[in-house]
């Protein structure tokens, strides 16, 4: 029966992933949408088939949610006042790529899908898929938007990401701190865009 739960799990992952992919790649609305839903759909799946697990990693994180809460309050009212269009966009960030790409990558893959190899083997293989995940900027047009040695640079600062938050889901054992750190990131965006060689390589992670 374990099989079976990791095995639509890992489907609907795979979905997630590979409709990610292909938006990027083909500029595809549908694309997007099924990669939304199946990022989303991850959280409900594992609520049912990992209950136990869950209850046990959130039952003590009302501070860490707590902070993750007042950051996302507190930037959004900082650019509803300095930057209003940029304001709007922080609930779409902060439901993805922000919730989404932390519970997949890190709380799905390396704490339920990899319980039960090396923590530290688990934390390089989501950031690994990570950097797979992201090496469509890289190749997408041809590498237009990253050509070399910039796509490298991408491709290193989206792995070097990956294991930061990967590092935080281990010690805080759920996924709320790195999805702090990473909705930061994006939310630094305007501050950030006068740094072109910063912003490009990693505001995308």
């Known amino acids: 029966m374990g099989w079976i739960k990791k095995a639509l799990l890992s489907a609907d992952f795979l979905i997630f992933f590979i409709a990610g992919f292909l938006f990027i790649l083909f500029n595809s609305e549908l694309a997007n949408y099924i990669s939304i839903v199946a990022g989303l759909f991850s959280i409900p799946l594992s609520l049912v088939f990992f209950r136990s697990e869950m209850h046990q990693d959130f039952k003590a994180s009302i501070v860490q949610f707590s902070i993750l809460a007042s950051v996302f309050t507190l930037l959004t009212f900082y650019y509803y006042i300095t930057d209003p269009n940029w304001a709007k966009f922080l609930p ?96 630094l965006f305007p501050l950030l865009a006068h740094y072109p060689g910063i912003a490009t390589t990693l505001l995308p992670t």
């Open 92 to 187: 779409i960030i902060f439901l993805t790529p922000v919730i989404i790409e932390e519970f997949n990558f890190r709380y799905l893959i390396q704490r339920l899908l990899f319980r039960n190899i090396s923590p530290y083997v688990a934390l390089f293989l989501q950031a690994l898929f990570y950097m797979v995940y992201y090496s469509k900027y890289a190749i997408a047009d041809h590498g237009a938007a990253y050509p070399f040695p910039f796509n490298l640079l991408l491709l290193t600062s989206v792995l070097g990401m990956g294991m930061v938050y990967g590092l935080l889901t281990k010690f805080s054992k759920n996924f709320l701190p790195a999805a702090t750190l990473h909705f930061v990131i994006w939310a």
